[in-house]
């Protein structure tokens, strides 16, 4: 399963960016993809083109090309008679996806390229984008500091004119160490700080921690979105073909997926449980990412960022902890 089509909050991750896209008035999204499982991702398209009525393309990569060498790939896809700038997401991340905002600010500070940074409280693990001071054009990016420089970092969105690709060789390149600098210095590049939540979900740790933050943002915004009844705690999303049993306790920060089967007495917390998930009696998970169509047997426990693939079976009392990820065992 290609990683933006992992689910996230009963969609796949990188549905939560198109919805988005196209509310901001985008009519065409272009998937930059590598050689593996195209036919899956083909798939994907046909059925959210016709839901979403937005049309999505493919740039495929015969070789690894960075993060800038897609985009020189696929130019012909992003180039049209208007100039209008374009959007660049990277697919692990979730956030409320305020790009209204970021075109005006775009146009605002007559950016060839903006960037959207998020502050972070320790930020020596990261890269920092250094902005000048009382404006928000970037100075300068200084990668891990060890003495503190500010608190932002690239939230992983960004919004470019055309003439960025006039830039970027078609070779593997990195747009955040090779051409990014290069605009910085002619003082054509901005930042936004990012409202509200961010986080890059591409780890299971922090696809657990994006998922608490993700809910909190539904509870603030679309709270009618959440599941409420005795046997819940906090925020709690839970398709509405789900079925939960008797006697359990779910919540907070749950997710449960379409086709699943919760039987009596389970405790769920912290956890992501996938389409057509079976939880039988009296088993716990907390922390932890069930995938599709697996099986948790009776009294079983998955706890302590575990991960379970497609068609996982947990016996009945067995007990995977400690960031055990178990892939995909099959039919």
Known sequence: MPKPLVDFGNKPMILHQ?????????????????????????????????????????SQETEPLGTAGPLALARDKLVDESGQPFFVLNSDVICEYPLLEMIEFHK????????????????????????????????????????????????GIYLLNPSVLDRIELRRTSIEKEIFPKIASEKKLYAMVLPGFWMDIGQPKDYITGQRMYLNSLREKASQELATGNNIIGNVLVDKSAVIGDGCLIGPDVVIGPGCVIDSGVRLFGCTVMRSVWIKEHACISNSILGWDSTVGKWARVVNITVLGKYVNVADAEVYNSGVVIEEQGL
């Open 18 to 58: 198109i919805e988005a896209l196209k509310a901001a008035g985008v009519t065409e999204v272009v998937l930059a993809i590598n050689h593996q499982q195209p036919e899956v991702m083909l798939n994907f398209v046909k059925e959210y083109e016709k839901k979403l009525e937005i049309k999505i393309t493919f």
């Open 108 to 155: 605002t500070n007559c950016a060839e390229a903006s960037i959207m940074v998020t502050k972070v409280d320790d930020p020596s693990k990261y890269g920092v984008v250094v902005t000048e001071e009382g404006t928000a054009r970037v100075e300068s990016f200084v990668e891990k500091p060890e003495h503190f420089v500010g608190n932002k970092i690239n939230a």
